[in-house]
């Protein structure tokens, strides 16, 4: 596996990989990598001839009280993963290289942000697709995988893939759970053991509010019961819980439409998200 951390090495590679006729599949990170980012590695590899995955932890997606600095960072096992799980180039710029001065020109999200995380942390997805952008300017991918933890975001980067006609295909794969049923993501090991074992129930709550769904609630009744049974959690806050159309975003009536049903909880050691999309109930 080939490391590189300049614009210039990378869009070299890339652009003779093309030229040769390989497709080339790409897996955004911020690292501290776990089965999660290995499950698109793996989807990836089977789909393209090349693997580029990229890890940056990127400073424009984080507010100025959130864990940017205690984001979990580990270059030398993450250069390990990406090698043993197909990744044939790992993308590893510098915060001066992915953004060498302030631009002049600035990306702003407009839709589907006014709600769940986007809500939440004002301007969080303004820094997602900046770097995305930029991301997918040097690396210039036939494919791109997201993980369908991260609904908002997906919905979001397929809206910025059509509108701004990049030549990408958004592929979005399954979230990846630990056997207990909590979701997989970097910031689980900033968990306290105490918070650790209550997390799964974020999952459960999730199932259960599906099921209620299923079973005919109307989406109030299935609000106020997840809403309950996560403020009675020993540890942390509820940030929010919503059920919305999916993936624009927007509040539904019932559940005769796709749906999803989306948390944040905010534990002392990491904010959690998690969320179950469901198909239309009729
Ligand atoms: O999902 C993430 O890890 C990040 O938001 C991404 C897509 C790598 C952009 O920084």
Request: aromatic letters at 10%; a negative charge; charged letters at 25%.
């Amino acid at each position: 596996m080939i490391v590189f951390k300049t614009i210039e090495e990378m869009q070299a590679y890339t652009k003779e990989q093309k030229q040769n006729g390989f497709k080339v599949g790409f897996v955004p990170t911020m690292g501290f990598l776990h089965e999660g980012h290995v499950s698109l590695m793996h989807r990836a590899k089977q789909e393209c001839d090349i693997v580029v995955t990229s890890i940056f932890v990127n400073p424009t997606q984080f507010g100025p009280n959130e864990d940017f600095e205690r984001y979990p960072r580990d270059f030398e096992r993450d250069k390990e993963i990406a090698k043993n799980n197909g990744s044939d180039v790992l993308f590893y710029p510098s915060s001066s290289v992915i953004y060498p001065n302030e631009a002049g020109t600035k990306l702003m999200v407009t839709k589907r942000t006014n709600r769940l995380c986007g809500e939440k942390r004002p301007g969080h997805f303004d820094g997602v697709v900046t770097v995305l952008t930029k991301l997918f300017h040097i690396i210039q991918p036939d494919r791109a995988y997201f993980g369908q933890k991260d609904a908002q975001q997906v919905a979001i980067v397929d809206d910025l893939i059509n509108s701004y006609f990049f030549p990408i295909q958004l592929v979005i794969c399954p979230t990846i759970r630990e056997e207990d049923g909590l979701a997989k993501s970097s910031r689980n090991v900033n968990l306290r053991d105490d918070e650790r074992r209550i997390a799964p129930q974020l999952y459960e709550g999730l199932r259960g509010a599906k099921e209620k769904a299923q079973k005919g609630e109307t989406v109030n009744e299935v609000l106020q019961w997840l809403y309950k049974i996560l403020q009675r959690l020993e540890y942390g806050e509820v940030d929010y819980v919503e059920i919305l159309s999916y993936p624009e975003l927007q509040p539904v009536e019932g559940f005769d439409q796709k749906t999803i049903i989306a948390l944040a909880y905010q534990f002392e050691g990491a904010r959690l998200i998690d969320n179950i999309i469901m198909e239309g109930v009729r």
